[in-house]
């Protein structure tokens, strides 16, 4: 079956712009969650959706970062007023429930660079 | 603040030989961890977890083993293969409370022919 897919792969915008990163996840996956890698770091925790609504929005860095998953599956990533320091890779990874271990699949990730 | 530290930033080995991935963790609330593999230009592709009540699980070349007292994990790959070369991280999670993995800074390894 299909993976966790993203677009764009690739996304150049200049500052002050607004972006949207799109998820889709792995079919019949109710939980979706959203992580941020800079060069040379792990990934780092965004928002997590256990369906529609977002279980866990404490990685969002501020508030010109919003994220939607509004029929549970698809979700988009939303980036307004775009600054230089959002340059990273956006992970996007799905998993089947959000009951205890359950292994978290990554999509391949979309580059945003903020020129 | 690093809760879960990869203090090898890369390593190299030969071909057919043992690769030893290491990782510590601060938190004792972890209770979920997880290896995951990265090549240039994709996403993380998951390896391998275990849950804190095992100290070990194995899974083909792969083997994760957990010292909870020690808060140390490591991942062996026997025999290693060129394939294999790659960034990995070592990930946590707290599964009772939320679901967000934390992530160290990840191990380049080397695999050469």
């Known amino acids: 079956g299909a993976g966790v897919s993203q677009t764009p792969s690739n996304k150049v915008t200049e500052k002050g712009k607004y972006v949207e990163l799109r998820c889709d996840p792995i079919?019949?996956?109710?939980?979706l969650y959203w992580y941020r890698q800079s060069l040379g770091q792990g990934p780092e925790f965004l928002i997590y959706?256990?369906?529609?609504?977002?279980?866990?929005d404490s990685g969002l860095p501020n508030d010109r970062f919003f994220a939607v998953r509004p029929e549970g599956s698809v979700s988009t990533l939303k980036i307004q007023r775009t600054e230089r320091g959002d340059s990273a890779v956006y992970l996007c990874?799905?998993?089947?429930?959000?009951?205890?271990?359950?292994?978290?699949?990554f999509g391949p990730g979309t580059r945003l660079l903020v020129l | 603040d690093q809760q879960v530290k990869q203090n090898s930033p890369s390593l190299s080995v030969q071909e057919g030989r043992i690769s030893i991935l290491n990782c510590d963790y601060t938190n004792s609330m972890f209770d979920y961890f997880l290896w995951y593999k990265k090549y240039p230009a994709e996403g993380p592709t998951f390896l391998i977890s275990?849950?804190?009540i095992k100290d070990k699980n194995e899974d083909g070349r792969f083997t994760v083993f957990l010292n909870k007292s020690a808060k140390h994990l490591s991942l062996h790959i026997v025999p290693s293969q060129p394939g294999d070369s790659a960034v990995y991280f070592c990930a946590a999670l707290n599964a009772g409370n939320n679901r967000k993995l934390i992530w160290g800074l990840g191990t380049s390894l080397a695999v050469n022919p």
């Open positions: 079919s019949g996956h109710t939980a």
């Open positions: 275990i849950s804190s």
């Open positions: 990874a799905s998993s089947l429930s959000s009951g205890e271990g359950e292994t978290q699949y």
């Open positions: 959706f256990q369906g529609t609504g977002a279980a866990d």
